[in-house]
């Protein structure tokens, strides 16, 4: 069936360090692809999508690209700041009504 | 404009004990969701609605039952609830059903059964 991987978390940085979390997908067909943001205490929030192969979702400074090929779909930032610790979910929607969520992969930023 | 939001935002039950966790929108949502969180495996589907007055099974529908009487509001209930229902449960919602669409997600619920 399909499903989402992510890495496994958490993942600490320094502060303007690059960011990379790794999402890989299984899917019948071309699911749309999410990534979700989780700040403490708080609900789930869009950060970005893309929706075909190819396409790049993009959102504070945060990107990542749908890879048809390697079926992946990572997360990337060049610069991280202390405000985006929190948790980020990879997540694809296949078919109507069903998305299927990653594990969540906890980044912590250090000042 | 408040989003998603639920009632309550923590709850402590004794086994056995029931109780109904309340979503709100007020998008004009057709959709609406109830997820449960638990450490390491990430977001599961409880039950879903397609719109007023229907509701469906999600990956995880055992003991729970839920209700939409009204379009803006999606009831989750625990008639008798267990230790394994110990989780955090989040509300979401979306426009239409179509897999391109994001959901918006309430703040959840963590509920704690002794």
């Known amino acids: 069936g399909n499903s989402v991987t992510q890495m496994e978390g958490p993942v600490t940085l320094s502060e303007e360090a690059f960011l990379t979390i790794n999402c890989t997908y299984t899917?019948?067909?071309?699911?749309?692809l999410f990534w979700y943001v989780q700040y403490p205490g708080e609900g789930l929030q869009l950060l970005l999508k893309?929706?075909?192969?190819?396409d790049k979702g993009s959102n504070k400074g945060f990107e990542a690209t749908y890879r048809k090929e390697t079926t992946s779909f990572h997360l990337e930032k060049g610069s991280v700041q202390v405000s985006d610790s929190a948790v980020y979910f990879c997540?694809?929607?296949?078919?109507?009504?069903?998305?299927?969520f990653g594990t969540g992969t906890r980044l912590k930023v250090l000042a | 404009n408040a989003g998603v939001t639920q009632t309550p935002k923590f709850r402590v039950l004794k086994t056995g004990q029931s109780m109904t966790l309340l979503c709100a929108q007020d998008?004009?949502?057709?959709?609406m969701y109830w997820y449960r969180q638990d450490p390491g495996m990430g977001l599961r589907l409880i039950h879903y609605?397609?719109?007023?007055?229907?509701?469906a099974k999600g990956e995880v529908p055992d003991g729970y039952n839920v209700s939409r009487l009204k379009k803006q509001n999606f009831l989750l209930g625990l008639e008798s609830a267990a230790p394994s229902q110990t989780s955090v449960y989040f509300c979401?919602?979306?426009?239409?059903?179509?897999?391109?669409?994001?959901?918006?997600f309430g703040p959840g619920t963590r509920l704690t059964v002794l």
């Open positions: 979401a919602s979306s426009f239409s059903g179509s897999s391109y669409n994001e959901q918006f």
């Open positions: 899917a019948t067909g071309y699911p749309s």
């Open positions: 893309a929706t075909k192969a190819d």
């Open positions: 997540a694809q929607g296949s078919g109507t009504y069903k998305y299927i």
């Open positions: 998008m004009n949502h057709e959709y």
């Open positions: 609605s397609v719109g007023e007055g229907t509701t």
